[in-house]
């Protein structure tokens, strides 16, 4: 079983694809499959067309972002199980709930992750290695090395994976979650295994960690009201007690079920038979 992205209606939702062999990105003929097998729009063909190369890390990414949820939410009653029912996509996951926006933030977040590794593990020809950081080195070490690029994993993830067009919950967390959890990893070089010089560069742990803050952040959701203002829409926090949110908060606008009774019309399959 191999996960794929597909977007419908603009929202991200994660399929499972019952086949024996991954998806064969080995020309631009796999963007117009993937347009008709995974729901590719117009933007992501075009992504396909110009970075092929980058597609066959989805395939990771993908299997990433649905094995985290799946950990994550074993224990309550919303357990990730709706993405794999797609491309029958329940409601829990196109009408803007706190669900969707946590199945965005963890594949906008192994996609940024899966492409990141591969820049700086020298498997994708698209990128090279992360910048140094500015800042001078805080200890007795030298930067070097060949850190995570995530500036080039963030990029490829938002243009993917936009939102933003024709979607009630046009704000979600995005790649971000993942640049926060890059971390200083060093090498000692020296005799006999001593440590007179010290190399280091910024890299990515694994996917954990990332999941764990956009857990954290569904916990702490804010649920948030469309305001007209003019030509545009303003999102507010739907709570008189919540004054504002920041571009951290998970935001969503519509009331989650409560997933403990079988609800089809909502997108709640319940929590009967499970232990």
């Known amino acids: 079983m191999v996960m794929q992205f597909i977007i419908t209606n603009d929202v991200v939702i994660l399929r499972s694809v019952h086949k024996t062999e ?3 990105w080995k020309g631009l003929s796999s963007c117009a499959y993937g347009k008709r097998e995974h729901g590719f729009d117009k933007s992501q063909v075009r992504t396909c067309r ?3 190369e980058a597609m066959p890390h989805l395939n990771l990414a993908a299997q990433t972002a649905v094995t985290t949820c799946q950990k994550l939410f074993s224990s309550r009653r919303w357990n990730c ?3 794999l029912n797609a491309p029958k996509h329940t409601p829990d996951l ?3 709930t706190r669900e969707q926006a946590v199945v965005h933030a963890l594949a906008s977040g192994a996609v940024t992750w899966a492409l990141s590794r591969a820049c700086a593990q020298g498997t994708l020809f698209l990128c090279h290695c992360g910048a140094v950081p500015h800042e001078p080195p805080n200890g007795n070490f030298k930067w070097g090395g060949c850190g995570d690029n995530v500036k080039f994993g963030a990029r490829f993830a938002r243009e993917f994976l936009d939102t933003s ?3 009630r919950n046009k704000r979600y967390i995005d790649g971000e979650v993942v640049v926060e959890s890059l971390a200083t990893q ?3 070089h020296g005799v006999s295994g001593s440590c007179n010089v010290k190399t280091c560069w910024r890299a990515l742990p694994n996917f954990n960690e ?3 803050r956009v857990y954290r952040r ?3 959701g804010v649920e948030v009201r469309e305001v007209n203002a003019g030509l545009r829409l303003h999102l507010l926090p739907a709570s008189p007690a919540v004054t504002r949110f920041s571009r951290d908060d998970l935001i969503y606008i519509t009331k989650s079920p409560d997933y403990c009774h079988p609800m089809p019309r909502l997108g709640s399959i319940g929590t009967i038979g499970r232990q």
């Open 165 to 167: 067009k024709g979607n």
């Open 186 to 188: 060093c090498k000692c």
């Open 81 to 83: 199980s709706s993405v």
């Open 210 to 212: 990332a999941g764990s």
């Open 94 to 96: 196109n009408t803007g």
């Open 218 to 220: 569904y916990l702490q």
């Open 50 to 52: 110009k970075q092929i």
């Open 22 to 24: 991954q998806t064969q």
